[in-house]
């Protein structure tokens, strides 16, 4: 009679566990459907992928000399700066991806109350979520990703050397004079760096000592060129674009770039358009994921949305060019799917909104 009791008493025990934990702990709405006001609750959203596109551009800008007027009399085969602007080459393009919270993805979890088996989220000052737990695996201690940041481009700004620049004394001249002695100037620095390369010089022997003379009497050679042919006065700098890829568009106009204005972004602006084209590779074609509409128009309880990202060829083309052509991990291309909690704790992947962990107990 005692094992028989025994065995009553555990097998009611256990159907009192199961009803337990087929009672909601939790209800998963799609954010548009939460009324205002509504307490008792925490947003999550799963992450989108953005294309941060870094451009590095060349902008060099064309200051005219003071004694410019002069040029023309001594210096009729070389570029003469008539008038001051700021000309701009594209060199190069870097890509990496960064997240963000999805706008499509982001739901209101309503909690039951004190009822029923322990609920734990764990979500990002920015509401992406990062591990969710119920019942007895709420608790259980799982590492977390960790996520590794990709270096970001070091661009080195290019500065005009002047060391070995000897003025020249103005007090009393004309212009006119001044335009002469610098000339002047101007073919002796030539000869010397001739010289020099020719091996003339006995100091120019020695490898170290000619980079040295060599740097010096160019450096003079550029300030005293500038006097008369004005100036070129380079540096690199680094545009940075943010594009969300998008299903219904998969190729955007960006930003536009011509020599004259540099980077617009936008599609206002002048020169030669940048589009970027993200196609999916249907690495996800293949799992019957539920429809926006649906995740939109229903509730879900004690269930949670995940995502099971796509890859895409990415390919970034300014006017006929192309610029950057790569494969990259696209979240909202994906697949979104629903996961069922019962006594289990989810780990997801902050950067993707993928599952990477799972306990149950």
Do not use: W
Not at 78 to 97: A, N, R
Not at 128 to 150: C, D, F, M, T, Y
Not at 201 to 226: H, Q, V
């Amino acid at each position: 009679m005692n094992r028989i009791v025994t065995k009553f008493a555990l097998v009611l025990l256990a159907l009192t566990f199961v009803g337990g934990q087929l009672h909601a702990q939790f209800t998963t709405t799609f954010a548009k459907n939460v009324a205002p006001g509504q307490h008792n609750g925490v947003y999550y959203s799963l992450p989108q992928t953005m294309l941060k596109l870094d451009f590095i551009i060349e902008e060099v800008k064309l200051e005219k000399g003071p004694l410019s007027d002069y040029a023309s009399n001594y210096f009729e085969m070389e570029d003469i700066v008539e008038y001051e602007t700021t000309e701009y080459k594209l060199l190069d393009l870097k890509m990496s991806t960064v997240s963000s919270p999805d706008p499509n993805a982001l739901f209101f979890v309503t909690m039951a109350g004190t009822r029923g088996a322990k609920t734990q989220f764990d979500v990002l000052p920015n509401g992406i979520i990062r591990s969710v737990g119920i019942g007895n695996a709420a608790e259980a201690v799982v590492e977390l990703p960790q996520i590794v940041k990709e270096p970001q481009p070091i661009i080195q700004m290019e500065d005009e050397a002047s060391d070995g620049f000897m003025p020249l004394i103005l007090a009393g001249k004309s212009n006119s004079m001044l335009a002469k002695e610098v000339a002047d100037k101007i073919v002796e620095i030539r000869k010397a760096k001739f010289y020099l390369i020719s091996g003339d010089i006995e100091m120019a022997s020695n490898p170290e000592t000619f980079n040295t003379m060599y740097k010096k009497l160019d450096a003079m050679e550029k300030e005293y060129t500038g006097l008369l042919l004005g100036k070129r006065v380079g540096k690199k700098v680094v545009r940075t674009v943010y594009v969300i890829p998008n299903k219904e568009v998969p190729t955007q106009t960006v930003a536009k770039f011509s020599e004259t204005d540099g980077l617009t972004v936008g599609t206002g602006g002048s020169g030669s358009m940048i589009t970027v084209q993200t196609l999916s590779l249907n690495t996800t074609a293949a799992i019957n994921a539920p429809s926006q509409s649906a995740i939109e128009s229903m509730s879900y309880e004690n269930k949670v949305f995940y995502r099971v990202p796509e890859t895409a060829q990415v390919k970034v083309t300014c006017g006929n060019a192309t610029l950057l052509e790569d494969r990259v991990t696209v979240n909202q291309l994906g697949a979104m799917l629903i996961a069922p909690l019962t006594n289990t704790k989810l780990v997801f992947d902050t950067e993707t909104g993928q599952i990477v962990n799972m306990r149950m107990q």
